[in-house]
C-alpha cells in the first residue's frame, strides 16, 4: 500500500531564515505531488504541483519555491522567511496518468510558524 | 468561473440523527466531485468521489452523497452520527482533464452527545 510522509510535523522559524519541508511516498511510482498550504485551518490554497521529477507548476507567485530531485520526493523551501508565511502545509500524492478518476491522497502535514 | 461553495461555515447535529453537509458547485461540462475529512491537526482523509453511474456514491465511515445535477449539488449525509464524526469537511471537483481540485472553504461538522 502506498503512504506519504511528511517532515518535520512542526516548525517553529524566525523571520528571514531559510525553510525546507520534505515530503516523500512510497509503495508507488512516478506520482503527481502536490503542495497545498491552508491557512487559519480552513481554505486549502495549492501552492505547486509536479507531474513528473524536475517538473514543477507554480499557483501562486510568492516567497516559496518547490522542486522534485527524485521521482517520490517533494521539496518545499524559501530563502527567507516571512510572517505571512506561517500556516499548515500539506502534501499529496495522486496516481500519475489517472485521468479524470485521479484522487488525492494527503499527507499528515508540516505546521509552520513563522515569528 | 467555476467554483464550489459550501453554504454553511458549522453544522451543529446531535449523536444518533442524521447529518448532512452541504456541497454545491458551478461548472460548466461535467465535474467531478469529492468529499474530505480532517481531523485536528491531521492531514486531509479522502472520503467518496463522483465520477460517473450510480447518483449515490457511499463512501468511508458509513458516509455517501447524492450527485444532483439539476440542482448541481453533492451534499454528504450520513443515517446517524457519532460524536467521532466531529470534523472539519471539504467537498472539491475537478472539471474535464484539470488536474486541479477546486476547494470548498470547508464546513465544521459537531456532533453532540
Known amino acids: 500500500s502506498q503512504t506519504i510522509h511528511q517532515w518535520p510535523a512542526t516548525l517553529v522559524q524566525p523571520v528571514g531564515s531559510p525553510l525546507s519541508l520534505e515530503c516523500t511516498v512510497e509503495?508507488?511510482?512516478?506520482?503527481?505531488l502536490y503542495w497545498y498550504r491552508q491557512a487559519a485551518g480552513r481554505g486549502l490554497q495549492l501552492l505547486f504541483y509536479?507531474?513528473?521529477?524536475?517538473?514543477i507548476s507554480s499557483e501562486v507567485p510568492q516567497n516559496l519555491s518547490a522542486s522534485r530531485p527524485q521521482d517520490r520526493q517533494f521539496i518545499l523551501s524559501s530563502k527567507k522567511l516571512l510572517l505571512s508565511d506561517s500556516g499548515f502545509y500539506l502534501c499529496?500524492?495522486?496516481?500519475?496518468?489517472?485521468?479524470?478518476?485521479?484522487?488525492?491522497?494527503f499527507g499528515p502535514g508540516t505546521r509552520l510558524l513563522v515569528l | 468561473a467555476q467554483s464550489v461553495a459550501q453554504p454553511e461555515d458549522q453544522v451543529n447535529v446531535a449523536e444518533g440523527n442524521p447529518l448532512t453537509v452541504k456541497c454545491t458547485y458551478s461548472?460548466?461540462?461535467?465535474?467531478?466531485l469529492f468529499w474530505y475529512v480532517q481531523y485536528p491537526n491531521r492531514g486531509l482523509q479522502f472520503l467518496l468521489k463522483?465520477?460517473?453511474?450510480d447518483n449515490l456514491v457511499k463512501g468511508s465511515y458509513g458516509f455517501e452523497a447524492e450527485f444532483n445535477k439539476s440542482q448541481t449539488s453533492f451534499h454528504l449525509k450520513k443515517p446517524s452520527a457519532l460524536v467521532s464524526d466531529s470534523a472539519l469537511y471539504f467537498c472539491?471537483?475537478?472539471?474535464?482533464?484539470?488536474?486541479?481540485?477546486?476547494w470548498g472553504l470547508g464546513t465544521s461538522l459537531a456532533v453532540n452527545p
Open positions: 499529496a500524492w495522486s496516481l500519475g496518468a489517472s485521468g479524470v478518476e485521479e484522487t488525492q491522497y
Open positions: 509536479s507531474v513528473g521529477i524536475g517538473q
Open positions: 472539491a471537483f475537478r472539471a474535464g482533464n484539470n488536474r486541479k481540485l477546486i
Open positions: 509503495g508507488t511510482s512516478n506520482p503527481n
Open positions: 461548472v460548466s461540462g461535467n465535474p467531478y
Open positions: 463522483y465520477i460517473t453511474g
